[in-house]
């Protein structure tokens, strides 16, 4: 793990990896480490809040474990299975070969060699690295009993399998936790972490992030894309463009060999921007044309 001494390596090491990030985040993420806090971040969706996991492993060179949430996700799916599979063909393969050790081959069933570790498991184990990262990702999407249960796993590092007993992590994982606030995340997992919202950029490090990502788009073409987005972010749209958006136009527009936007070139790439038809539609016709010279008249200072 590379030497930290001050929120300045953070942003440094983030941006080595193609992350651009705020002082106010790159606060926090310094104080997590510091103090051994998960970090809970909120915000729309493409905003660069899984992005920070990865760059931040990359950074320190540790793993990553990534848990995606989804609605119904319970315990046992993030802590650990038993390879029930393989119990049976064990299990037939000792009643073939005839007076089977009844209690032995329980234990060896559920054993290690059994165990199918998830990720809550997978990052309380040892590794020569250093403790990962754990990115539990979209917390919004599950339920309140699995928030409980979190709750409670992140609180002390632990996780108990009836059939094995409890296990601790030696080092608690950096964890990450995200949610694109569908719903309201309990206080109580809250309180246990360092909070940050995730807010759209703005122009000048929307620019940053994008010289990062796409390095090869030209200056003209990449602050027309960032001004055009930053516009589009302001009409009522059913689900507004992130930051994963502004990077993805960029490289269609590439792709094309695109120099300058025009409402055709616009038109004919939407489909990388916005998501959702009702929002495509929006901006047929002079729409497209309007927000291109309402975004190309912010440029005219520069």
């Known amino acids: 793990m590379q030497d930290i001494e001050s929120i300045d390596d953070i942003q440094r090491l983030l941006v080595e990896e193609g992350y651009v990030c705020g002082r106010p985040l790159a606060t926090v993420v310094f104080l997590a480490l510091r103090l051994g806090r998960p970090i809970f971040l909120e ?37 650990y299975e038993w390879n029930f599979a393989a119990q049976m063909v064990a299990i037939r393969t000792a009643e073939a070969s005839g007076g089977a050790d009844r209690s032995a081959l329980q234990e060896e069933l559920f054993g290690p060699d ?92 929307e620019m940053a992030i994008l010289r990062a990502r796409a390095p090869e788009a030209a200056e003209g073409l990449s602050r027309e894309v960032v001004a055009f987005v930053q516009r589009l972010r302001t009409e009522d749209l059913f689900k507004k463009p992130g930051v994963a958006e502004t990077i993805d136009w960029a490289k269609c527009l590439l792709a094309l ?5 025009s409402p055709e070139v616009i038109a004919d790439t939407l489909g990388a921007v916005l998501k959702y038809q009702d929002d495509i539609a929006k901006l047929q016709g002079t729409e497209a044309k309007r927000l291109l010279d309402e975004a190309r008249a912010t440029l005219e200072p520069a």
Not at 257 to 261: A, K
């Open 257 to 261: 060999d695109v120099l300058t936007l």
């Open 43 to 79: 915000g729309e969706a493409g905003v660069g809040k899984t992005e920070i996991a990865k760059a931040l492993s990359a950074a320190l060179g540790r793993s990553l474990i990534r848990l995606q949430c989804y609605e119904g996700l319970d315990a046992s799916s993030a802590v």
């Open 114 to 205: 059994y165990l199918v570790e998830r990720p809550l498991l997978k990052a309380m184990r040892p590794d020569l690295a250093g403790a990962p990262v754990l990115l539990i990702d979209e917390l919004d999407r599950t339920d309140e009993p699995f928030e409980a249960f979190l709750l409670e796993a992140l609180s002390d590092f632990q996780v108990t399998i009836p059939e094995i007993g409890t296990i601790k992590a030696p080092h608690p994982p950096i964890v990450i936790v995200t949610s694109n606030r569908t719903r309201e995340v309990h206080d109580a997992l809250k309180r246990r972490c360092l909070y940050h919202w995730v807010d759209y950029p703005d122009f000048d490090r």
